[in-house]
């Protein structure tokens, strides 16, 4: 039996804020509203609802019950919650409208990141007995990963620089970012490091975000889009969590999952990566074979903006927009979860 | 980090501080329970996993095959520093009140390296490939914080 077509059909973003004083169902609601009026759509028309965002950045177990206001359950609706990305949320959909239950199915995530100190709550994530109990934090992490990656000669500071200089330019006409500081790539290299060595440019900024998508089937899509972003591969692949046994310079979870959703087999024009830290992104690029002539992050990424638990879905959001306005036709998406690229995502999506 | 909870009043919304914590209890399994009471009596064990190479700390389960791993190796208090990061303005719970170095450090004898704390004092004085050597907590409870962190061996 083979797959169903299913394609991204509508997108909608919340401008990136500090300090959001919103609620979650606040900051969802409008969104929601927003993706369904664009594709034309009323909320009984879809048949699966998928959210993603994680509780112990709310500070609330179960946060996300509360969250169905956002979306409203009466009549009765179908819907799940993962405590991931809310990418995660959309590769659940998918499957979910592959089983030929629903037609249409909606994603939504949320990330309030800069109410609680998000590089101790990360540290959560981390092993429990041998790692959480030093509290060393993402940065940290990154650092030993960046470390070990420009001794290896995989990557310098001047292209981690670069990346940064890049995206924060890009990030300047993208309207759901913050616009960062317009810093020269000398500049850049000469500030101080944070955690070295990195520096405060190497390290994505946290914000308060949410944003909604729309997937459709087969002819349910081709209705509701003009140029729909027809998913033809996505993956996701996991690498140990034991920090010290992988390989720093490398990602072969991001290797594995970028061949199986398809990425070689033709040009990628954009690529919209989620790296939350300069060297990743170079380690992303490298690991997934993606070619000079591939635009990475126009919407200047992860990097300029990371509403975590919604950063991965941006990069749907973006990826898909660049499909459906025609800049694009071949484009990636991929969301990372863990510390240092310890999952990873990956989704082609093309147009017609 | 921890102190930015207060109250405060923004765009007419007030701002309550709140403070989430988990304070469990529960056991580590078989495997772990050995390595954690070794540490509390300063001994370094280790697992050995099925290519050959010996995980400190020890795997419960291959991370290549997903086999449960059961051959200890003990190994000496000494180690090499594989990578590094330098952390200038130590936060709550971290292992040491001024600033130091985290890095991965292979112990001798095993092949896979552990994150830990090394009392460098000042980050030139640490690099990949710097010997180090355990410090042993003065209490120990039975947990990874038994080792208070690692010291330049030689005094660098």
């Known amino acids: 039996m083979g797959l169903r077509d299913i394609a991204i059909v509508g997108t909608a973003q919340r401008p990136s804020e500090i300090n959001s004083t919103f609620t979650s169902v606040e900051l969802l609601l409008p969104i929601i509203q927003e993706v369904l009026t664009k594709v034309g759509i009323e909320r009984q028309d879809i048949g699966f609802w998928c959210h993603g965002s994680c509780d112990y950045m709310s500070g609330q177990p179960f946060s996300f019950v509360a969250a169905v206001d956002a979306i409203g359950a009466w009549p009765p609706i179908i819907e799940s919650h993962v405590e991931a990305d809310g990418a995660f949320a959309l590769y659940e959909a998918w499957v979910k409208l592959q089983t030929g239950e629903v037609d249409v199915a909606l994603v939504f995530s949320n990330g309030k990141t800069t109410s609680g100190p998000i590089n101790r709550i990360l540290n959560l994530q981390t092993d429990p007995y041998m790692v959480a109990p030093l509290w060393p934090g993402f940065d940290v992490l990154s650092a030993l990963q960046a470390r070990a990656c420009l001794e290896a000669g995989v990557v310098t500071q001047r292209q981690m620089a670069e990346v940064a200089w890049r995206s924060q330019r890009d990030g300047k006409n993208n309207p759901f970012t913050l616009s960062g500081t317009e810093m020269s790539v000398d500049e850049l290299l000469s500030q101080p490091f944070t955690v070295d060595p990195l520096r405060a440019h190497d390290c994505a900024i946290p914000v308060d975000g949410a944003n909604a998508i729309i997937l459709a089937a087969g002819d349910a899509a081709r209705r509701l889009a003009k140029r729909p972003a027809w998913i033809r591969g996505i993956d996701h692949r996991i690498d140990t969590q034991r920090l010290g046994a992988r390989s720093m310079i490398e990602s072969s979870s991001a290797t594995i999952a970028a061949q199986k959703a398809g990425v070689g087999k033709d040009r990628i024009d954009v690529a919209e990566l989620h790296a939350p830290y300069t060297h990743q992104e170079l380690l992303l690029r490298q690991a997934m074979g993606l070619s000079e002539s591939t635009h990475i992050n126009p919407s200047g990424g992860a990097l300029v903006a990371n509403p975590a638990m919604a950063a991965g879905l941006a990069r749907f959001a973006e990826a898909a927009e660049s499909v459906f306005s025609g800049s694009a036709d071949r484009v990636l998406a991929h969301c990372t979860s863990g510390p240092l690229l310890q999952q990873n995502l990956v989704c082609v999506m093309e147009g017609e | ?156």
């Open chain 2, 1 to 156: 980090m921890s102190g930015t909870s207060s109250h405060s009043l923004k765009n007419g919304v007030f701002v309550a501080p709140l403070e989430v914590a988990f304070p469990y209890k529960r056991t580590v399994g078989t495997l772990l329970s050995r390595f954690f009471t070794s540490l509390q009596q300063c001994r370094l064990e280790g697992t050995r996993g099925s290519d050959g190479r010996v995980y400190f700390p020890p795997a419960e389960f291959d991370p290549l095959t997903g086999a449960q791993l059961d051959e200890w190796v003990t190994l000496p208090d000494t180690g090499t520093v594989t990578t590094w990061a330098w952390q200038a303005i130590p936060e709550d719970g971290q292992p040491l009140a001024h600033p130091f170095a985290w890095a991965l450090i292979t112990l001798d004898g095993a092949d896979v390296p552990i994150l830990h704390a090394v009392d460098a004092l000042r980050s030139d004085r640490i690099a990949t490939g710097t010997r180090v050597k355990v410090r042993w907590a003065q209490e120990r409870i039975g947990g990874i914080t038994d080792i208070a962190c690692f010291d330049l061996l030689g005094g660098a």
